[in-house]
């Protein structure tokens, strides 16, 4: 019974505090406890947050940025950052034991969210605007989750603006380490990039049509209506 309720506590604070609110910035609720949008270049922005898993009535947040036409088969979250790096803090948990908890949390990261959080939404919401920060310390991002990652993401960054040359190079960045780690998934990533590095050298004319085709990948393994989560930044 006392899940139940504290639950409720959850569930009508962050509906108050975060849905609400946040459409104001075009936020929209995306699944159960996440809200996003999309931006400019097919730049997906989400909020989410995770509940404790251990039991405790105690949630994160997290901020993430995912290019769409970016191949990736689930909601990876780097680039991206727990929002208490945007506090200057490290392991920051907001409770929700009891509804009074709830909306003083929620409130809270409402705040920080709008203070602290949506300008560098603004700030990375185009491809151009991510190459500008990539992999530096502006902002409390982390960029990628090893450095194979890192020079993929950003190889397609390089390719969305036509930049040929930048992307090839990280492109082969990428492939070498892909191809040293020696597991399934990397053989993947490996014969991917070479692939798009084919591409790249011989057929620049179907870049745009690679990009949109895995941009509609990413489209429906995240299960999103693009129309619907668009937000026409002024």
Not at 9 to 35: D, T
Not at 54 to 72: C, E, Q, T
Not at 126 to 136: P, Q, R, V, W
Not at 181 to 187: K, L
Request: charged share 30%.
């Amino acid at each position: 019974m006392k899940d139940k309720f504290t639950d409720s506590y959850f569930n009508k604070a962050y509906k108050s505090y975060i849905v609400k609110e946040l459409s104001e910035f075009g936020f929209q609720k995306y699944k159960s406890r996440y809200i996003a949008r999309v931006v400019n270049d097919s730049i997906f922005q989400f909020i989410g947050y995770q509940k404790d898993a251990h039991g405790s009535k105690r949630f994160v947040v997290d901020i993430g940025f995912r290019p769409l036409y970016v191949p990736h088969e689930f909601l990876v979250l780097t680039p991206g950052a727990r929002l208490d790096k945007f506090i200057n803090q490290t392991g920051t948990w907001w409770g929700f034991e009891t509804e009074i908890e709830a909306e003083d949390s929620f409130n809270e990261v409402s705040q920080i969210l709008k203070e602290k959080v949506i300008g560098v939404f603004d700030n990375l919401n185009s491809t151009k605007g991510l190459i500008k920060y990539y992999n530096t310390e502006e902002f409390p991002i982390r960029w990628f989750s090893d450095p194979s990652h890192g020079f993929y993401c950003l190889a397609y960054l390089y390719l969305k603006e036509h930049r040929f040359e930048e992307a090839i190079d990280n492109f082969i960045n990428a492939s070498e380490l892909y191809k040293s780690y020696g597991f399934d998934w990397s053989e993947e990533k490996y014969k991917e990039c070479e692939e798009v590095l084919k591409l790249c050298r011989e057929d620049r004319d179907k870049v745009d049509w690679y990009l949109e085709k895995c941009e509609q990948q990413s489209l429906e393994v995240l299960k999103i209506d693009k129309n619907k989560y668009f937000y026409n930044q002024k």
